[in-house]
């Protein structure tokens, strides 16, 4: 008896020993893997070092887009499933690392059995012995694979990869969405001062038009004048729906954005915002370990690593120890008051012999996975800096094109006047007057796009750098 219980006690003793390693090495994290892309030094435009701004859109100074950003980040619904998404891929880690450790199962049951002794009748009796038994029993049995190739570790730490792959796909689905909101809201705003402009330009030509036929009528102006003034003037009024349509669009997908109902019911900007201070871009370098969509690429990468090492581990020997501990009576009271203990330990391993090929085909498959995740990384890295050269470019040129156009603007400006006043002198003709109104009113169209198109820029550079950044002397000062 002493016996017995030593060896379930030292079985017992194993057990809590193998769940304390199981559970160490589920505590394990795993190093993101090195970038394949040779990075330069610098950016190629000018650029200056910076640190990171989580929630850079605060940093455009409009609190109205700040609080509407803020709104889509909890009322999105296609933000909401992927936060679902990184939900069912931290379970999905959680169930390929409950393989590292012993399942344990409680066992429980009842039988009723009838035996009958052939050949040994009892004198008296019309029929042979027969005898019934009732047994009772209860174990716990404890089952687990000795993982001494490491293929239940590289399961594991791949869906582990996975989770963290998903958590940064998140990340980068906020930075996506705060983007399409602010711009969003740009295009809002543009839209709304394009309908602006387009009904007052309408407004001029239906004056104009107006007094052309007064005029036409007292027998001033040719019948021609009167025509080429109504048809600018419903051609401005073609303008001024087109601009409806476009503002009417813009308001129902920011709303959708949003996760309201697109009723149309939406203010926007009285005004374009003008971009704030330079976006310090920092190193290249730092860009790897700042976007969501490269950091998460590397988690894949990562993961497709570990799934090729858990093909190579599945064509070997797998180890498994069962232990097994419990009490067995033929009276259910006797489970509890007296000892009849039954207990027992096995060890197994099975060999893969020939399975048709499967797990050779299966190596080949994760390493051709594993390549393909390599190159996605690569092209994903390229396309980084392809997008931060760019709106890093972007920056001083479309400057440069809204310092043109506004002066292109008060030239227009300026010329239109000067053709209304020698027109009504007498000394221009109508068309060179409509021809004027037509490039003013084209110009100061062109000055509110590139407004536009320079904060878009500017939130592109943000996206581009994985969030917003302050310089490193601001920083300090602030603090």
């Excluded at 489970?335 to 203990?341: T, V």
């Amino acid at each position: 008896m002493r016996t017995r219980r030593l060896i379930q006690n030292q079985a017992g003793w194993r057990l809590l020993a193998l769940v304390s390693v199981a559970s160490l090495i589920s505590c394990t994290t795993l190093p993101p893997p090195e970038s394949s892309v040779g990075t330069p030094a610098g950016w190629h435009q000018d650029s200056a070092e910076g640190k990171v701004l989580e929630e850079w859109w605060s940093d455009l100074g409009d609190t109205n887009l700040v609080a509407l950003i803020t709104e889509a980040l909890v009322g999105n619904p296609s933000l909401a499933a992927m936060r679902a998404r990184v939900q069912a891929a931290m379970e999905q880690s959680r169930i390929a690392g409950s393989a590292s450790l012993p399942s344990v199962a409680a066992q429980a049951g009842s039988s009723r059995q009838q035996q009958v002794f052939v050949g040994l009748p009892i004198p008296g009796t019309s029929g042979p012995l027969k005898t019934r038994a009732t047994t009772h029993s209860f174990q716990l049995v404890a089952d687990w694979e000795l993982d001494v190739w490491g293929r239940v570790r590289s399961g594991r730490k791949a869906a582990l990869a996975d989770y963290l792959a998903t958590t940064d796909d998140l990340r980068g689905a906020r930075l996506s969405l705060a983007g399409q909101v602010a711009r969003g809201w740009f295009r809002l705003a543009e839209a709304d001062r394009q309908l602006q402009l387009a009904k007052a330009t309408a407004a001029s030509l239906e004056q104009t038009g107006n007094r052309m036929q007064a005029r036409y009528e007292e027998g001033i102006r040719s019948p021609i004048e009167v025509r080429v003034t109504k048809s600018n003037a419903a051609s401005a009024r073609a303008l001024v729906a087109m601009r409806e349509v476009e503002l009417n669009d813009a308001r129902r997908q920011l709303q959708s954005l949003l996760g309201r109902y697109p009723d149309g019911e939406l203010s926007g900007p009285s005004l374009l915002q003008e971009p704030m201070t330079d976006v310090p871009a920092g190193l290249p370098a730092e860009l790897l370990d700042r976007r969501p969509d490269l950091v998460a690429a590397r988690w894949k990468l990562k993961a497709a690593g570990f799934r090729v090492e858990e093909a190579n581990a599945a064509r070997l020997p797998a180890i498994s120890l069962t232990v097994s501990g419990g009490r067995t009576s033929n009276e259910l009271q006797d489970l509890l008051d007296h000892d009849f203990s039954v207990w027992s330990l096995a060890a197994n391993a099975a060999q893969p012999i020939f399975q048709g090929g499967r797990l050779r085909s299966n190596i080949r498959l994760n390493k051709a996975l594993l390549e393909a995740a390599a190159k996605d990384y690569d092209a994903a890295v390229l396309n980084a800096f392809r997008e931060v050269e760019t709106a890093l470019a972007n920056e001083s040129l479309l400057r440069q094109r809204e310092s043109e156009l506004r002066e292109t603007d008060r030239q227009a400006r300026a010329a239109s006047r000067l053709a209304a006043e020698r027109y009504e002198a007498g000394l221009d003709d109508l068309l060179t007057l409509l021809e004027t109104r037509r490039r003013g009113l084209d110009a100061e169209s062109q000055l509110i796009a590139v407004r536009r198109a320079r904060l878009d820029n500017r939130v592109a550079l943000h996206l581009a750098l994985g969030g917003g950044l302050t310089c490193d002397d601001e920083d300090e000062n602030g603090s």
